[in-house]
């Protein structure tokens, strides 16, 4: 199988807690990747390395850390994930701690993509009080985005945002798809695979001069194996995926009938608010709903199609923080039950004038219909019924045997005789 590598180096975060970033919205907290989407780093916690590569950017010095390997910003893990609207970048820490030295500021990067010379870079800065308070970092977080043709940066990107989930120990930063594809000149494909290069977290620090000025302090790097961390675009293995459970229904042919189709995450939380397809059987195109409170969409029919059994596809594309599902029902389409009534005889001497009253299941009258007509098993006409749903045969005689029959329509109206009389 051929594959499109793209170099991506996903989020690099060094985090100061209880800070959230000043731009972009503020989306619930992130899942924390499965197990099965773990990168494979190159060094792991207390190992008293500092795998940090020296990278000079904005003018800050790099100078080794006293401390040696920072055991609580070890990198576990990063995952990427690009969702119809967002392309997302999470790392997994082995300590996020309720608190942390006030002489440390978090700061992060992510360079995203190298497609056609073209680097897309992410930071994530969290603002630290005590660098604050001397000039020598920002007074609030903030994400920042953009693509250039090195890895310093260039053309911003939208959307931004970004944040720490100190439960589970997730850093993550995240853009709007469509302004990266555009910056990078072509759009992501769905199925394309992503191989991440590397993610980093470090820390900043003042030199502790008179005057003072930064550092910055490694803290963990991970150069990851190619096989190790490979994402396909629209892949939602490191999120768990949405249940879908359809109800079919039963109708008869040309009857009304709802078809519901009730979405939930891998919790089993209903998932409100999320748009799906729904395949409705005899229709060229899905149609798109949105769930209700309760996760739920309801499809009306104003009449079901001929008889048979049709498949019924209903599909959620997922979100930044659910992932995708797909569910399938059935629907069963019976022909129309068509009843008749008691034959109706009237004498005339010897002539015999029979009715016969044709009537679909609601009841209604079923008008113009062909009826058969057999008297003593044979044959002998066909006299489509009126706007009241009779068959009038007026050719019978005294003592014959006098029959309906109804032949039906195939995969819409069942066929249907009446009782035999003597006339």
């Known amino acids: 199988m051929s594959r499109r590598v793209l170099g991506v180096a996903l989020v690099g975060t060094s985090v100061l807690l209880g800070v959230l970033p000043s731009y972009g919205d503020a989306p619930p907290a992130p899942q924390l990747p ?43 893990a990063i995952t990427l994930r690009v969702t119809a609207t967002r392309v997302f970048a999470f790392m997994s ?36 009080p005590a660098l604050a308070q001397q000039g020598l970092a920002p007074t609030t977080g903030y994400p920042t985005a953009s693509v250039g043709s090195t890895a310093s940066g260039g053309a911003a990107l939208s959307g931004l945002g970004g944040g720490i989930d100190t439960t589970k120990d997730v ?54 194996p190619p096989a190790s961390a490979v994402w396909k675009v629209g892949d939602d293995r490191c999120f768990g995926h949405s249940t879908i459970v359809v109800t079919g229904a039963s109708p008869q042919y040309g009857d009304p009938a709802t078809l519901t189709a009730t979405v939930k995450d891998e919790a089993g939380a209903p998932l409100a608010s999320r748009k799906v397809t729904f395949a409705v059987p005899g229709e060229s195109a899905p149609r798109t709903l949105t769930t209700d409170t309760t996760g739920t969409v309801r499809i ?113 109206y069942a066929a249907v005789a009446s009782n035999t009389i003597a006339a």
């Open 34 to 76: 499965m197990a099965t989407c773990d990168a494979r780093v190159n060094d792991g916690p207390n190992d008293g390395i500092a795998t940090y590569k020296v990278v000079d950017a904005n003018g800050v010095p790099n100078v080794a850390d006293p401390r040696g390997n920072v055991p609580g910003l070890d990198i576990k």
């Open 171 to 224: 850093a993550y930063v995240y853009a709007d798809r469509a302004s990266l594809e555009a910056q990078l000149g072509e759009p992501l494909a769905d199925g394309e695979e992503l191989t991440a290069i590397n993610g980093r977290t470090e820390l900043w620090e003042t030199d502790g001069k008179t005057a003072p000025g930064v550092v910055r302090r490694p803290a963990d790097v991970t150069d990851v």
């Open 300 to 412: 009306a029919l104003d009449a079901a199609p001929p008889a048979g059994t049709y498949a019924v596809a209903v599909t959620y594309g997922g979100d930044e923080f659910s992932g995708s599902g797909q569910g399938s029902g059935t629907l069963t389409v019976r022909a129309e039950t068509i009843r008749v009534g008691k034959l109706a005889v009237k004498a005339s001497g010897s002539t015999r004038t029979v009715t016969a009253t044709l009537t679909e299941d609601d009841p209604r009258p079923f008008a113009k219909q062909p009826v058969a007509w057999y008297v003593n098993d044979k044959k002998v006409a066909t006299v489509v019924t009126d706007a009241a749903g009779r068959s009038v045969f007026k050719g019978a005689k005294a003592g014959q045997r006098v029959q309906a029959r109804y032949a039906g329509v195939t995969g819409r």
């Open 93 to 128: 820490i082995a300590d996020i701690p309720e608190t942390f030295r006030q002489t440390d500021s978090a700061y992060g990067y992510v360079m995203w993509f190298t497609r056609g010379g073209k680097i897309a870079r992410f930071d994530q800065v969290y603002a630290n």
